[in-house]
């Protein structure tokens, strides 16, 4: 059964929000966009690109990057994945070197959002031939537990340009359709939500950016904005602050999820993430409250949607860039006890001393079919705990962040073997043969 767990109340104790920008520093919004018109210096004019237009040449900076934002007309355009969702026809894809995702379009709804254009399959970009592996539910803004209408999804830069490439969803403010409680609560606003995805070069991670319009002679209270999250039933969830097992309604910078071949990390460029749990099924994730939109202006909100290789250290690594955080790589591999590289080991990192249990995880990641693994880490000491099924863990401790050469080498693969038979009721008893079972072990 899937639960939503939507919170109507203003979290925390924060002031008012009245700025324009929830979850960014320095976004240019339109009231305050102004063209560069001052002279540039373009050096060489062999480095000028001619657009036989006298005054209008450009430097030729070579190929673009690969960015694509359109409708899906075809199969291949598809995501594909044991929980992909996409229509040819009825949804859009942006992707880029090392990413891909893709939206319904408006009236298109296969999951929870009836309106239509929510994000509903995200992966990295996979070699051509190989079946995508999305595992992605959905997500879709939140405004004042309200949601969009979305009566229009269109494509506003294909990419081109080789700068970003972006669909945008139009729409109203409405009720959710899917809870009542909050729809019974939850006033009109009378606002616009223009929600832009936004794709650019080389960077696995989708920038979602949604301003929120009011036309109004009068301000707009927002008591909550954030996203509806389904991370899908087949991730498991972490968050920095809280590892796999620890609390998640406090302040949190990401949530993150590891799953078969593909992981998935929701962040802020700057600021904290509240929610009232978390659900891989459904959650919300609150980013600011008490926000106002003022008479005839807007308020802006952005966010990033990340996708890894299946391991929590793949897209934490995106989050510490996306958050300008300090990090050091700490690399190393895996060996089995004939020292052969061991693939799909886990290796789970902990704070110096806090890898027992009670405590919270930092990270983890997966080793390759090489044996190696790789985690950015913000500097310190670090526990690390390596797993594989049917090894016994091995703790490997005081790790430095910065350390490329850790080897860790886990001892040989543990077997049990059972063999179940029906036996008379002689004394001792003679074997009449082999029996189907079911054996549990318990610790």
């Given at each position: 059964?899937?639960?939503?767990?939507?919170?109507?109340?203003?979290?925390?104790?924060?002031?008012?929000?009245?700025?324009?920008?929830?979850?960014?520093?320095?976004?240019?919004?339109?009231?305050?966009?102004?063209?560069?018109?001052?002279?540039?210096?373009?050096?060489?004019?062999?480095?000028?690109?001619?657009?036989?237009?006298?005054?209008?040449?450009?430097?030729?900076?070579?190929?673009?990057?690969?960015?694509?934002?359109?409708?899906?007309?075809?199969?291949?355009?598809?995501i594909g994945g044991p929980h992909a969702y996409g229509f040819v026809g009825r949804s859009y894809v942006l992707e880029n070197s090392k990413a891909r995702f893709l939206l319904q379009d408006e009236d298109t709804a296969v999951h929870n959002f009836i309106a239509g254009g929510s994000l509903i399959d995200a992966d990295i970009k996979?070699?051509?031939?190989?079946?995508?592996?999305?595992?992605?539910?959905?997500?879709?803004?939140?405004?004042?537990?309200?949601?969009?209408?979305?009566?229009?999804?269109?494509?506003?830069?294909?990419?081109?340009?080789?700068?970003?490439?972006?669909?945008?969803?139009?729409?109203?403010?409405?009720?959710?359709?899917?809870?009542?409680?909050?729809?019974?609560?939850?006033?009109?606003?009378?606002?616009?939500?223009?929600?832009?995805?936004?794709?650019?070069?080389?960077?696995?991670?989708?920038?979602?950016?949604?301003?929120?319009?009011?036309?109004?002679?009068?301000?707009?209270?927002?008591?909550?904005?954030?996203?509806?999250?389904?991370?899908?039933?087949?991730?498991?969830?972490?968050?920095?602050?809280?590892?796999?097992?620890?609390?998640?309604?406090?302040?949190?910078?990401?949530?993150?999820?590891?799953?078969?071949?593909?992981?998935?990390?929701?962040?802020?460029?700057?600021?904290?993430?509240?929610?009232?749990?978390?659900?891989?099924?459904?959650?919300?994730?609150?980013?600011?409250?008490?926000?106002?939109?003022?008479?005839?202006?807007?308020?802006?909100?952005?966010?990033?949607?990340?996708?890894?290789?299946?391991?929590?250290?793949?897209?934490?690594?995106?989050?510490?860039?996306?958050?300008?955080?300090?990090?050091?790589?700490?690399?190393?591999?895996?060996?089995?006890?004939?020292?052969?590289?061991?693939?799909?080991?886990?290796?789970?990192?902990?704070?110096?001393?806090?890898?027992?249990?009670?405590?919270?995880?930092?990270?983890?990641?997966?080793?390759?079919?090489?044996?190696?693994?790789?985690?950015?880490?913000?500097?310190?000491?670090?526990?690390?705990?390596?797993?594989?099924?049917?090894?016994?863990?091995?703790?490997?401790?005081?790790?430095?962040?910065?350390?490329?050469?850790?080897?860790?080498?886990?001892?040989?693969?543990?077997?049990?073997?059972?063999?179940?038979?029906?036996?008379?009721?002689?004394?001792?008893?003679?074997?009449?043969?082999?029996?189907?079972?079911?054996?549990?072990?318990?610790?």
């Amino acid at each position: 059964m899937m639960r939503y767990v939507f919170l109507v109340l203003a979290l925390g104790c924060a002031d008012t929000v009245t700025t324009e920008d929830l979850g960014r520093e320095g976004v240019i919004t339109p009231d305050t966009m102004q063209a560069d018109t001052g002279d540039a210096d373009a050096g060489d004019a062999d480095a000028m690109l001619d657009t036989a237009d006298p005054g209008k040449d450009v430097p030729d900076s070579g190929p673009k990057p690969f960015l694509s934002a359109r409708k899906v007309t075809k199969k291949s355009d598809l995501i594909g994945g044991p929980h992909a969702y996409g229509f040819v026809g009825r949804s859009y894809v942006l992707e880029n070197s090392k990413a891909r995702f893709l939206l319904q379009d408006e009236d298109t709804a296969v999951h929870n959002f009836i309106a239509g254009g929510s994000l509903i399959d995200a992966d990295i970009k996979r070699p051509a031939g190989q079946p995508g592996s999305d595992r992605w539910h959905e997500t879709f803004p939140v405004v004042g537990g309200r949601v969009s209408s979305v009566d229009k999804v269109e494509v506003v830069d294909d990419g081109h340009s080789g700068q970003q490439a972006v669909v945008r969803t139009t729409g109203k403010d409405v009720t959710t359709g899917i809870v009542p409680l909050l729809d019974n609560l939850a006033q009109e606003l009378g606002v616009t939500i223009v929600t832009d995805y936004i794709i650019e070069p080389d960077v696995p991670w989708l920038r979602i950016r949604t301003e929120v319009q009011n036309g109004g002679d009068v301000s707009v209270e927002l008591p909550i904005v954030g996203d509806f999250l389904a991370f899908g039933g087949t991730e498991r969830v972490f968050t920095p602050e809280g590892g796999f097992t620890g609390p998640t309604y406090g302040p949190l910078s990401a949530i993150a999820s590891t799953g078969d071949g593909v992981s998935y990390a929701y962040t802020l460029m700057a600021g904290a993430i509240e929610v009232p749990e978390i659900d891989v099924s459904g959650t919300v994730a609150f980013l600011g409250h008490s926000a106002v939109v003022p008479a005839k202006g807007h308020l802006v909100f952005e966010r990033y949607l990340v996708v890894g290789d299946g391991d929590i250290a793949s897209v934490m690594a995106s989050v510490h860039t996306i958050r300008n955080e300090e990090t050091k790589a700490v690399k190393g591999k895996v060996q089995d006890d004939a020292g052969a590289a061991l693939a799909g080991a886990r290796v789970t990192f902990f704070k110096a001393g806090d890898a027992t249990p009670g405590k919270y995880a930092v990270d983890q990641a997966i080793t390759k079919a090489n044996g190696g693994f790789e985690a950015h880490l913000p500097p310190g000491t670090y526990d690390l705990v390596v797993s594989a099924p049917g090894r016994a863990r091995v703790v490997k401790a005081g790790v430095e962040a910065g350390q490329t050469d850790v080897t860790i080498g886990l001892g040989p693969e543990g077997k049990v073997k059972f063999e179940v038979v029906e036996g008379d009721d002689k004394d001792p008893p003679n074997v009449l043969g082999h029996i189907p079972a079911k054996v549990s072990l318990v610790p």
